[in-house]
């Protein structure tokens, strides 16, 4: 059985880099489409505060946890000046320092890999602490704990976290891949942000036939 981390590190080498991130059936047609359904969807959910003066966003802060190929920076460079994406495999982010220019529509990108003991390797404090569809792959909770622990160190005083999970309890066809994905109720991730984070569900909607919560946590 492979580790976690083999195991996303095979799906990057196997797969393309759209099907990991996105559903394994899509085109890239469809991985387009759906990705800019999500951004439109996720878009009411940024805090105000980090909408206003999108002009003087070059002081404001995002940490993209998993950020694997980097889908999610066309939308967040929207409203923050400094993006820093982190994920378990190092060769996602090898591949993104070189695919992306350091400064994209005036945002200014940072590429790190989570360390092999979790930690993360970043030292700054955030605005906003974003992650899509990550911690259900985090299957130990331990684990999940220790990440929670380190926002809660990188996060600044006002920051948010804004996560959005697959909260269906409901028994799933792809069960089969139970080792490597955490079907987690939006109760399970309020317990295990609790020490420091108020965590609420803002939203659910159906992504590839699976319900989705938008959650945000605040100190
Ligand atoms: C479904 S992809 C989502 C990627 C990105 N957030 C997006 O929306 O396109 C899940 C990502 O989580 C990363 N991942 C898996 N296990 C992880 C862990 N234990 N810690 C941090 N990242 C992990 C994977 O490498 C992968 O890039």
Redo the contacts with the bound molecule.
């Keep these: 059985m492979l580790s976690?981390?083999d195991y996303?590190i095979k799906r990057?080498q196997e797969m393309k880099g759209f099907n990991?991130?996105?559903h394994r059936s899509w085109t890239y047609e469809e991985y387009i489409k759906e990705t800019q359904k999500f951004f439109k969807h996720i878009d009411k959910h940024i805090p105000t505060e980090f909408k206003k003066d999108k002009d003087n966003k070059e002081d404001r802060f995002v940490l993209?946890?998993?950020?694997?190929?980097g889908?999610?920076i066309p939308f967040l460079s929207q409203y923050f000046g400094n993006y820093i994406g982190?994920?378990?495999?190092d060769e996602?982010i090898i591949r993104n320092r070189k695919r992306f220019r350091k400064i994209e529509d005036d945002c200014k990108l940072e590429f790190y890999t989570?360390r092999h003991d979790?930690v993360i390797p970043v030292k700054r404090k955030f605005d906003l602490i974003f992650?899509?569809?990550?911690l259900q792959?985090?299957v130990d909770d331990g684990?999940l704990r220790f990440?929670v622990h380190q926002f809660r160190t990188l996060i600044k005083n006002n920051g948010k976290v804004l996560l959005i999970e697959n909260i269906d309890q409901k028994p799933k066809k792809h069960q089969g891949v139970k080792k490597y994905i955490k079907f987690r109720s939006f109760n399970q991730y309020k317990d295990l942000f609790e020490p420091y984070f108020k965590l609420k569900l803002v939203d659910k909607f159906v992504s590839s036939k699976e319900e989705h919560g938008v959650m945000i946590g605040e100190l």
């Design positions: 976690n981390k996303w990057y990991v991130v996105g993209d946890f998993g950020c694997g190929i889908r999610c982190v994920d378990i495999v996602v989570i979790g992650s899509n569809v990550v792959h985090v684990l990440y």
